[in-house]
């Protein structure tokens, strides 16, 4: 069986978008820290999830995975929690529903705090007309989203602060999940207030109506298995800071096997799938279910090399490739990859990510992206599957349960000079609850499409 390498071994490899520490033994205090905490997910859990995400590579169920680009630890808040696991919720229940297909519930959530950034630096204009230049700010993992010099020190007890911060979200997941909020007869519910109000609202009403009326049939014969009390939820982040992942990683004392007990399911980044960099070596070596983004400059080649690497014994549910091309360029570029993953044998799970290829600045200065491309990002992911047979397995979406003004277009045709109004991501642009339920009644007509 393979040893996990070190952490010093990790780094000799070359690890892309890593922290620079001022203070190398304060970067060993926390690791020491970390590496004495309890897990925050248990071996057996993610084996599950691997069960599950392998009927989604067989074609029996669906991934919905979503969540805020990038979490901050004052959004760990009892409300900001139960929005975003509400309108999940209601997703997963609209995809069912409507498209009567088993989903797997994933959320980028409790962990999701370090960023990849395309630039080390950000420049700002300052009130006064001149220009400063600062760290960019790398996710609360690492650094201050405020714009000073000491904010965007990377600070190492951040990492510490992760855990907890991980830790009390999942606590209040597990709870809510487990305890009552998820019941099937909350349908209603989830759809309190400006929500109701809106076209998609109502679309969502009349379906909770209908899912009221099949339960009340179910509890009149006597029918009332577990599943509609509560449902199956699951964590995931990217595995970006490599002195955190490797600090929760931990042998598995069932199985003696090594699991990142960070997370479920964790992903590595469209910046940092080097096959010969850190954050691919670490990943081939941890039991968990694991997912690689793959942009527009993959080849067939780069994906069966991961593949290789990364699931050498084909293993089901362990590799799902989630693939962010932009809707300009899925129709063109996605078909080579599946192609020849599939010749190759291979037992992928192919989720789409509609987000990482669309994203564009406003003339207004902000960062955003249009609904539109969202939705023809995945109408061509799910064209190419059809036409070469193979199954559309998820969706993975950045969107939060608030009335956020971040992406524009959808129903409510949120504009330009809308994205002022409340802008609150403190990286990418994320669907809001509106738009998010919409995104689900429209890929939900298009699995209904697929399976008919
Ligand atoms: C992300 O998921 O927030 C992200 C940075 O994605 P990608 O690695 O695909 O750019
Ligand atoms: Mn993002």
Redesign the pocket.
């Known amino acids: 069986m393979s040893v996990v390498p070190s952490l010093s071994e990790l780094h000799a490899l070359g690890a892309a978008q890593q922290p620079s520490y001022p203070d190398p033994a304060a970067v060993d205090a926390a690791v020491a820290r970390l590496r004495t905490a309890p897990p925050l997910v248990f071996a057996g859990e993610c084996d599950d999830l691997k069960g599950k995400i392998a009927a989604v590579a067989r074609g029996e169920a669906f991934l919905l995975q979503g969540g805020d ?1 990038a979490e901050t630890f004052a959004g760990v808040t009892a409300d900001n929690v139960r929005n975003k696991l509400r309108v999940l919720l209601q997703m997963a229940v609209v995809l069912t529903y409507a498209a009567s297909v088993p989903v797997v519930k994933v959320g980028r959530i409790a962990g999701q705090y370090a ?2 950034r395309s630039s080390d630096l950000e420049t700002r204009d300052l009130p006064d007309g001149t220009q400063r230049t600062l760290p960019a700010y790398r996710g609360d993992a690492v650094n201050g989203f405020e714009f000073t010099e000491a904010s965007r020190v990377p600070d190492p007890q951040r990492l510490v602060e992760v855990y907890n911060a991980s830790a009390s979200t999942l606590n209040l997941v597990r709870a809510f999940v487990t305890g009552g909020y998820a019941d099937l007869r909350q349908v209603h519910t989830w759809n309190t207030d400006f929500v109701r109000e809106s076209q998609v609202g109502q679309k969502y009403e009349a379906m909770a109506n209908e899912i009221e009326r099949a339960l009340t049939f179910m509890q009149a014969i006597g029918a009332n298995p577990d599943e509609f009390h509560r449902v199956d939820f699951h964590s995931s982040h ?1 595995a970006l800071v490599l002195e955190y992942e490797h600090a929760m990683t931990r042998i598995d004392s069932r199985t003696t096997l090594p699991y990142d007990v960070s997370g479920h399911f964790v992903w590595i ?3 940092t799938r080097q096959l010969d960099g850190a954050h691919v070596e670490l990943l081939s070596h941890i039991r968990n279910p694991i997912g690689v ?1 793959l ?1 527009p400059s993959t080849t067939p080649d780069d994906a069966l090399a991961l593949a290789a690497k990364l699931n050498p014994d084909n293993e089901p549910g362990r590799l799902t490739f989630i693939t ?1 091309f932009g809707a300009g360029r899925i129709r063109d570029g996605l078909p080579h990859l599946v192609e020849k993953v599939t010749a190759a044998g291979l037992d992928i799970a192919w989720v789409c ?1 509609p987000m ?1 290829g669309n994203t564009f600045e406003a003339s207004s200065g902000y960062k955003t992206r249009r609904f539109d491309d969202v939705i023809d990002e995945v109408q061509g992911f799910f064209d190419v599957h059809r036409s070469l047979g193979t199954w559309p397995g998820g969706l993975h979406v ?1 969107l939060t349960g608030d009335d956020v003004t971040e992406c524009v277009g959808g129903g409510e045709d949120l504009t330009d000079l809308d994205l002022a109004h409340r802008y609150e991501s403190v ?2 642009p994320r669907l809001n609850r509106v738009q998010s339920l919409e995104l689900s009644f429209l890929v939900a007509e298009m699995l209904r499409a697929r399976t008919d």
Do not use: L, V
Request: charge should be negative.
């Open positions: 680009c960023k990849p990217e980044g469209e910046r983004k942009g962010r990510d990482h950045e990286c990418d």
